[in-house]
């Protein structure tokens, strides 16, 4: 059974720092694993992006604050989150499309940022 469990999320002042960490179990080989975020009574969007190579890609709205990376050994995902906004605030969750081609999520993490 496939799990990813997200952590890291919580309230920061604006222009603070946080990092979110997906750690998963169940899965042994991936294309990609990614964080997305959701505000509400919107469509989840891309944050960023990477492979298991190292290969990355980014929202424009995050490009030079947030950096993805992940650890290949315990297929786990980080998300350093710095000089966050108030516009920030949403929901984010981890994603992996493993090998076999199946997308799982985890359940989310809340990301306030306080003005």
């Known amino acids: 059974q496939v799990q990813l469990t997200e952590s890291g999320g919580g309230l920061v002042q604006s222009g603070g720092s946080l990092r979110l960490s997906c750690a998963t179990s169940?899965?042994?080989?991936?294309?990609?694993m990614a964080w997305y975020r959701q505000f509400p009574g919107k469509e989840r969007e891309l944050v960023a992006r990477?492979?298991?190579?190292?290969?990355?890609n980014y929202a424009d709205s995050v490009k030079g604050r947030f950096t993805i990376s992940r650890d290949n050994v315990g297929l786990t995902a980080y998300l350093q989150m710095n000089s966050l906004k108030p516009e920030d605030t949403a929901v984010y969750y981890c994603?992996?499309?493993?090998?076999?081609?199946?997308?799982?999520w985890g359940q989310g993490t809340q990301v306030t940022v306080a003005s």
């Open positions: 169940g899965v042994f080989n991936y294309y990609a």
């Open positions: 994603y992996i499309r493993a090998n076999n081609n199946n997308v799982y």
């Open positions: 990477i492979t298991p190579v190292g290969g990355t």
